[in-house]
Structure formats: structure tokens, C-alpha cells
Nanobody
Framework: QEQLVESGGGLVQPGESLRLSCKAS????????QAWFRQAPGKAREPVSS????????YYADSVKGRFTISRDSAENTVYLQMNSLKPEDTAVYFC???????????????????WGQGTEVTVSS
């Protein structure tokens, strides 16, 4: 049974860092495409970053470019999101997701992703 489990969220001050993890079971992540989305209170879920299968190409929303880094550890079957220079507007529940197919994809489109984690909460506040 395919499952994604996020961890690493928490409360931090502006300017600090966090690393989110998304560990998969029942599916081999490197064969497919993964993404992080986030949903702030009262707002729609939005794409944050994605890493493609095999080639490992990365994509970022403009709002996080230069501050966040997505990566994947195939041996651990885990995807990470390193978040630096956090801002209050980064406060959200962060979800990881994976496709179950390779090939071309629209990285920021939710329906591309078959499996989702339960989310981990990130709060950036002084």
C-alpha cells in the first residue's frame, strides 16, 4: 500500500530554517515525480516545488526560489524540502505528493499527483 509520511514541521522565527521530510512506502520515488504543496489558513493549496523522476529536474514557485531546495534520497526513498530564510508568509501546512507515472508533467498541477501525505504544519512567527 502506497503511503507518504511528512515530518519536520514546527514553529520557527523569521529567518530560521527547517527541513521537511517525506518518506514513502509501497512506491519507489525515484521512478516518479514528487512535489511539495502548501496551504495557508484560509487560502487555496499552492505548489511550492517539484523534482522530476530519474533526471531529478527541480522546479520552484517564484515565492520560494533561492530560499527552498528540494532533493531526493533514493536509498532512503525520501524527498526533502530544505527551507531557509523563512518568512511569516511561509506559514502553512505542507504536503508532499507523488505521481505514479513518469514522462512529461505539469509540476504545479495537483491532479498530476496520485498519492499525498497527511501534511506537516510550519509556523513562522516571532
Amino acid at each position: 500500500q502506497e503511503q507518504l509520511v511528512e515530518s519536520g514541521g514546527g514553529l520557527v522565527q523569521p529567518g530560521e530554517s527547517l527541513r521537511l521530510s517525506c518518506k514513502a512506502s509501497g512506491i519507489t520515488l525515484e521512478a516518479y515525480h514528487q512535489a511539495w504543496f502548501r496551504q495557508a489558513p484560509g487560502k487555496a493549496r499552492e505548489p511550492v516545488s517539484s523534482i522530476s523522476g530519474t533526471a531529478g529536474r527541480t522546479y520552484y514557485a517564484d515565492s520560494v526560489k533561492g530560499r527552498f531546495t528540494i532533493s531526493r534520497d533514493s536509498a532512503e526513498n525520501t524527498v526533502y524540502l530544505q527551507m531557509n530564510s523563512l518568512k511569516p508568509e511561509d506559514t502553512a501546512v505542507y504536503f508532499c505528493a507523488t505521481t505514479d507515472a513518469g514522462g512529461p508533467y505539469l509540476w504545479g498541477v495537483e491532479v498530476e499527483y496520485k498519492y499525498w501525505g497527511q501534511g506537516t504544519e510550519v509556523t513562522v512567527s516571532s
